[in-house]
């Protein structure tokens, strides 16, 4: 019988992506939708490792089920790493991103240090067990106006120095190659096959 594991989000690419790596290791995927009335859960840690735990044992407490989560987010050295675990919610979680990224770029106009990284945190947790949490970061530099459209978010306005590209001009898969979230789940990735 396959092993059930519930993927803590309700973001259909997340879970699509978490769904590719882990159905052919011989889980059952499920997500917060196939569960009955999950807790509402407040992303109130000071971390991504810390938020990620929250998320992913919240689920496993209320339904004695191993669980993963992940939290990301974009720090941005001259704003003193902000906004950091509220890269979703910075200006409000509904506005758009062209106005979240114009704003970025006012923001670190005059700033010598445009440094910026990605991070991302996966968190695992089963009944009984320790949670486990993988992490990984990706750098890059505040771009001086958008460029490209794939990806998401922030994407358009991070340049990364090494591609000479933003990571909206990157495709899918060479995204998917260097990036934070892609380096976490192939930690995952990497453990949870050696647990078999
Ligand atoms: P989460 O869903 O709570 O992890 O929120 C992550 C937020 O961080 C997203 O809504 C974006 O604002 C930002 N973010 C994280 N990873 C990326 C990425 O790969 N590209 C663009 N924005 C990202």
């Not at 950091?84 to 509904?94: E, I, P």
């Amino acid at each position: 019988m396959k092993k059930k594991i519930v993927v803590a989000t309700t973001n259909e690419g997340k879970l699509r992506e978490f769904r590719q790596m882990l159905e052919p290791e011989g889980y059952q995927v499920l997500s917060l939708a196939d569960l009955d009335h999950p807790a509402e859960i407040e992303e109130n840690g000071t971390t991504f490792q810390e938020n990620a735990v929250l998320k992913a044992q919240s689920v496993t407490d209320q339904f004695q089920i191993p669980a993963i989560a992940d939290d990301s987010g974009l720090c941005i050295a001259c704003l003193h790493n902000e906004p950091g675990v509220h890269s979703a919610r910075w200006l409000g979680h509904d506005t758009p991103y062209d106005i979240k990224n114009q704003k970025v770029l006012e923001l670190v106009k005059d700033a010598e240090d445009r440094s910026c990284y990605y991070a991302c945190a996966i968190a695992w947790c089963a009944p009984g067990k320790e949670p486990k949490v993988f992490y990984d970061t990706w750098n890059g530099e505040i771009a001086r106006e958008p460029r490209g459209t794939n990806g998401f978010g922030y994407d358009p306005i991070i340049y990364i120095p090494s591609m000479g590209k933003t990571a909206a001009e990157l495709t899918k898969d060479e995204k998917n190659a260097v990036s934070h979230r892609g380096k976490a789940l192939r930690k995952l990735e990497d453990w949870l096959s050696e647990q078999k």
